[in-house]
């Protein structure tokens, strides 16, 4: 039986990771009151970089920062047309994610099926040989924590410090904000800087220790995944963090299931992250006042201060 | 001393459109001035400019006697410069102390601050709950949580555009104990209104603009009203006539209307009654928040009730759907005209269309684009509609010519029952004068009218009877005849005519 | 400091309405320049291999204007969800799927002549494409669920449903396992339009589509009604349009119109279903949508630039080795360019006096 639960419980945290990097950087965007469909494209680039770094045998850590300012130049890029110009959201941030595909393709065409430094476990003597738990709870890779962490801060930040709350204000209403004193466009950018990196970060994770491998399109709809999390968190950090271990469940429990070899299609159980994605959505928006309540209330409107 | 702030010929310019021309004016420490102007006389202009918002094309402003330039809010803030803003400031989803403490550059300590917001609020007889959340307070208490927010900054400054025209009568007078005990500490105020008795009340000096000019300074207690009219307006106004009413049969009818709140934001509506007769005008008076969009929605087919709640001429509709409203001769001017009314980035052409699709404009399926033209030109000249032409942009027009394009529109289609909401906000007194008039005028040839308005003047001079909403339910109609207006607002604040 | 800031024109420009697509493309090249410096190319040749070559030859010219077809009929679909404000970006699942359908049809009938097998494909691969689409418009209009995530979402199992087929139930039994079926028959596919090209008569069905989808738009009552949805939804509410109904129309033409493009892909260059059948085309045709400024003689030309595109980018990786990604590089990049030179049409630039 441990056979199957640990490394079912151990596959479900790393691949939550990804998706908890993304939607809590996506859900800061958000919250902020901007809607950027780029996070796809964000997390492309962010791979393609930290795993170009990794294999000039660059450190984990510094792939991870290139990847992170990669996709912070891409996310500038959107804000530029978001903010500066004020141009439908949706537009631009679809644009993000087919550049970013491109681009992470282009810059990826030479890496062949070559892989370079990865990211290691950590072992922490006494605890990571403890009996079933010892692995999962213990003896991930750094960044699994790191990810709890930053969901913890995000919650910390967003509900318990007076940044956070000016950051909800311009979400909520950016006019009553400006009117206020503060500056909706600077706060917007920054908060759209933050959720790049954040992608970054998922994306290098991604080539650096889930997949250590280059492969096109290889985050495979988890960027729009993370973007449905958000939805389903009801903008709120720690659901996403449980969004993001059904997810990793999900995904890994049908990889399980092949290697198994259950006699269903492997396309079928391949189709099951997207499935649940849908079903998971419909859960959550079926009533109304749930999402009514919490969504942040200028989401996807662009604001142009008066002159 | 020196005046707490002087405005020096500060001029602004929206492309050809001169929004404030060379206007100066000075306010003292512990002055109350007035600000009078009709809509689009440059009064919220100015005041951008006060609170940093825009800035001005030419002109300086005086802060206590040294020259200074506001480049954004936050720099208005410093130098003590708190606005109370007509259609409030405040972030919904957020408390009370949240809401004050994002305006508040101390240490952020909530505990802290909502001790000082009800000592505060003690003193100046300002009562909130600083733990609340603001969607759940009433629009009076919106207010409060404003000017608390405001006077927290121990402001030099405080301005309040038009503060009364969300509340009850009774509270209006609560509102000037308040201000007159600000003014005597020594803090100057901005007051800006376009309710002329208000003004003479309270003010002590008052600057009325004028199509973007300043036309004259005058000290309100010393002037009639009629004069302050004259001078606001530039001409004298005609009231309107209102022949006598032959009323006909009931054409709409509320039986027994209740409708539970779409969200944590709304409000319910309980057993709602009311009849309007063919030939009459019927008003709803109220201060908004009090189950007026609930009503208005429930009446125009945007949700939909049990079928014998909203009966139109003995035929149950509250179960249709609003398109099917308007084939049974349903008409209804919303109080957003643009982006609701009509569609901004729309020409006149084509908002003809979005609601008069009926009067044989569309063929097959088709567009016939030459009728519809000749609909759109019929409304812009009956209704003196100030545009280029049929082809003009909506969000191109100015308030109160949209307004009577709408207003247009939807008498054209020559409806057995017209709702309005708000129907002269933000319009300019003529302009007003000219819709309440053709409200009446359509009255008179047959339409039942429901009117649902904040302002009681306005209803008192158009309706033949007013009923009061407050809390979701809705009292008997009174005829204007007997009705004073202490009465209303009695009403309007949830007391009992006569057990107050 | 200048600085410089946008006023908003009283009317719209006309005239910038053509100018910034064109603005837009001068863009993408400028920027294009440094990035294939730095991917080791000479700027001016690559750019000759990609625009010019290409339509240098009669085939070239036939190649063009299959490539396209499905986009400028994809387009067209997308173009009227955008304009009412329906955020369907899962053209490609509908496209999968409506060329499944199609060939489920022409395996069905794979022996002897049919006359009518065409068209019934088509009609297959419309009814595909729509009932992908409309399970985004029932979770949209009963459940409230975004239409964006969900169409994309099934854009995925589309591709896995393909994959399926062509390994398992649809596979050619003679294709030595291959992943894919068995070619269709002569019944089943557009016969040449000109001997020794690809080009078929398909694309006068798009070509018919254009000027259908401007009457649409333009002078029907649903194309308003539509058209209000996008602009101001509280007015199509306010005016009594039934938004539901509308939502569900604006899915079903872009289901209608990627099935179509499917069909014609799969009956057409492709001749059977192997487990990729697009190179992106779903996702290309939202560009195709913007860069025709959501007007539909405007994506007719759209298309055209992006089929140019991609027959470019083949034609630079097959002579100039240049990598397959470089043409989906410009085509991000040409949206990100005509988003902002966008602006000009409803705004001015001005100097902060």
């Known amino acids: 039986m441990n056979q199957l639960i640990i490394p079912l419980l151990d596959g479900t945290l790393v691949a939550a990771t990804p998706l908890i990097f993304a939607a809590i950087g996506e859900l800061i965007v958000e919250r902020s009151g901007v809607l950027n469909l780029g996070v796809e494209g964000m997390m492309l680039v962010g791979a393609a970089a930290a795993f170009g770094m990794a294999l000039h045998g660059q450190s984990p850590a510094a792939a991870i920062c290139v990847a992170m300012i990669a996709a912070a130049l891409m996310a500038s890029l959107f804000a530029l047309l978001a903010l500066g110009l004020a141009v439908n959201q949706y537009a631009a941030g679809l644009a993000l994610t087919i550049s970013g595909s491109g681009l992470a393709s282009l810059i990826g065409r030479h890496f062949g099926a070559r892989s370079g430094t990865t990211i290691a476990r950590v072992h922490l003597q006494g605890l990571s040989d403890l009996p079933v738990v010892g692995k999962v709870l213990f003896g991930q890779d750094p960044l699994v924590y790191l990810a709890l962490a930053l969901a913890v801060m995000a919650w910390w930040f967003l509900n318990r410090t007076r940044p956070g709350l000016v950051l909800r204000a311009v979400g909520e209403a950016p006019e009553a904000a400006r009117a206020i004193g503060y500056r909706v466009l600077r706060i917007r950018y920054l908060a759209i800087l933050t959720g790049g990196a954040m992608a970054g970060l998922a994306g290098a994770y991604l080539s650096l220790a889930y997949t250590p491998l280059w492969v096109d399109d290889m985050t495979a709809g988890r960027g729009w995944i993370a973007q449905a999390l958000v939805v389903f968190a009801t903008w709120k950090p720690a659901r996403v963090v449980l969004g993001a271990w059904l997810f990793g469940g999900v995904t890994v429990a049908q990889l399980f299931a092949q290697t198994f070899g259950l006699q269903i299609p492997p396309q079928f159980m391949s189709a099951l992250p997207y499935l649940a994605t849908i079903v998971v959505l419909v859960a959550i928006s079926r009533n109304p006042q749930t999402l009514r309540l919490n969504t942040p209330l200028s989401l996807a409107q662009p604001f142009r201060p008066d002159h | 001393m020196p005046p707490r702030i002087a405005l020096e010929a500060i001029t602004k310019r929206y492309g050809s459109f001169v929004a404030n021309d060379a206007v100066s004016l000075a306010v003292a420490p512990g002055e109350i001035h007035a600000v009078l102007g009709e809509n689009g006389a440059g009064k919220s202009t100015l005041m951008k400019i006060i609170c940093g918002t825009i800035r001005a094309d030419a002109g300086q402003i005086l802060w206590e006697g040294r020259r200074t330039s506001i480049l954004n809010p936050g720099a208005a803030r410093e130098l003590g410069i708190g606005m109370v803003y007509q259609h409030f400031s405040l972030f919904e989803t957020l408390t ?388 004073r207006i202490e009465q209303l607002g009695m009403l309007m604040a949830g007391l009992e005519a006569g057990a107050a | 400091m200048i600085r410089l800031y946008l006023e908003r024109r009283a009317v719209p420009s006309r005239v910038m309405g053509f100018v910034a697509p064109a603005l837009a493309v001068l863009a993408m090249v400028l920027c294009a320049i440094p990035m294939l410096r730095l991917a080791g190319l000479a700027p001016l040749a690559t750019l000759r291999v990609f625009f010019i070559e290409p339509l240098s030859s009669a085939n070239g010219v036939s190649e063009w204007l299959l490539k396209a077809n499905p986009l400028v009929l994809m387009g067209l679909g997308l ?275």
């Open chain 2, 96 to 483: 009370v102390v949240d809401n004050i403490a994002l305006a508040h550059a101390g240490r952020f300590d909530r505990a802290a601050l909502a001790a000082r917001i009800s000592g505060m609020g003690e003193r100046y007889g300002l009562p909130v709950d600083p733990l609340r959340l603001v969607h759940h307070l009433s629009v009076g208490e919106r207010q409060r949580v404003e000017i608390l927010r405001c006077l927290l900054q121990n402001p030099k400054l405080l301005i309040l555009d038009e503060p009364t025209s969300v509340l009850t009568p009774q509270a209006v007078g609560r509102l000037f104990g308040v201000l007159r005990v600000l003014a005597a500490e020594g803090c100057s105020i901005l007051f800006i209104s376009h309710k002329l008795e208000e003004i003479r009340e309270l003010c002590h000096s008052a600057t009325i603009l004028r199509g973007g000019k300043v036309v004259g300074a005058v000290t309100p207690a010393e002037v009639s009203a009629a004069d302050l009219a004259r001078l606001m307006v530039g001409a004298a106004i005609a009231p309107v006539t209102r022949s006598a009413v032959a009323t006909g049969g009931v054409r709409l009818a509320l039986r027994g209307l209740s409708l539970p709140p779409t969200d944590a934001f709304g409000t319910a509506l309980h057993d709602l009654q009311l009849q309007v007769r063919a030939g009459e005008v019927v008003g709803i008076a109220g201060v908004s928040g009090n189950g007026q969009a609930e009503l208005l929605d429930a009446l125009s087919g945007e949700r939909t009730a049990a079928p014998g709640t909203v009966m139109l001429d003995a035929t149950p509709i509250a179960h249709l759907d609003a398109g099917a409203r308007r084939r049974r001769g349903l008409a209804f001017i919303p109080a957003e005209r643009l982006g609701r009314g009509a569609v901004p980035a729309m020409s006149l052409r084509e908002n003809t269309l979005l609601t008069a699709y009926r009067q044989d404009l569309v063929k097959r399926g088709f567009t016939r684009n030459a009728a519809i033209a000749a609909f759109a030109r019929g409304i812009i000249d009956r209704f003196r509609v100030g545009c280029s032409g049929t082809e003009a942009m909506a969000a191109s027009l100015s308030g109160g010519n949209l307004q009577k394009f709408v207003v247009g529109r939807e008498c054209s289609l020559a409806p057995v029952v017209l709702m309005v909401s708000q129907p002269t906000w933000g319009v300019d007194v003529a302009a007003a004068g000219f819709l309440r008039q053709n409200l009446i005028d359509l009255s008179r040839r047959g339409a039942a009218v429901l009117i649902l308005s904040d302002e009681l003047e306005e209803l008192l001079e158009v309706c033949d009877r007013i009923a009061v909403l407050f809390r979701g339910r809705l009292s008997a109609a009174m005829p204007r005849e007997t009705l």
């Open chain 3, 79 to 353: 173009m009227i969800g955008y304009r009412a404000n329906v955020w369907n970006i899962g053209a490609e699942g509908m496209y999968t799927v409506g060329a499944i359908c199609a060939a489920w049809m022409a395996l069905r009938f794979a022996d002897g002549v049919h006359h009518w097998l065409l068209a019934a494909m088509m009609l297959a691969g419309m009814l595909g494409g729509m009932l992908w689409a409309a399970i985004p418009a029932f979770l949209k209009t009963r459940l409230n669920t975004s239409e964006i995530l969900v169409s994309l979402m099934l854009t995925y199992v589309a591709q896995l449903l393909l994959s399926w087929l062509v390994n398992g139930p649809m596979q050619d039994p003679q294709g030595l396992n291959y992943p894919q079926t068995a070619l269709f028959s002569e019944s089943a596919t557009f016969s040449p339009l000109i001997a020794g090209m690809r080009l078929n008569a398909s694309v006068f069905i798009t070509l018919g589509a254009v000027p259908l989808a401007w009457l649409l738009l333009q002078r029907s009552f649903l194309g308003f009604q539509l058209k209000v949805s996008g602009a101001a939804p509280s007015a199509a509410r306010y005016a009594g349009f039934a938004q539901g109904r509308l939502t569900w129309i604006a899915l079903l033409i872009g289901g209608a119109t990627a099935g179509l493009a499917g069909m014609f892909e799969a009956a057409g260059p492709l001749g059977q279903l192997s487990p990729v059948i697009s190179p992106g085309y779903g996702f290309a045709a939202i560009i195709v949508a913007f860069i025709g400024r959501l007007r539909p003689v405007g994506v007719l030309l759209g298309g055209l630039l992006l089929s140019l595109l991609y027959l470019g980018g083949e034609a630079a990786q097959m002579s100039m080795n240049v990598p397959a990604a470089m043409s989906r590089s410009f085509q991000g990049l040409l949206l990100l360019c005509l988003l902002a030179t966008d602006v000009l049409v409803d705004f001015r630039i001005r100097l902060r006096p």
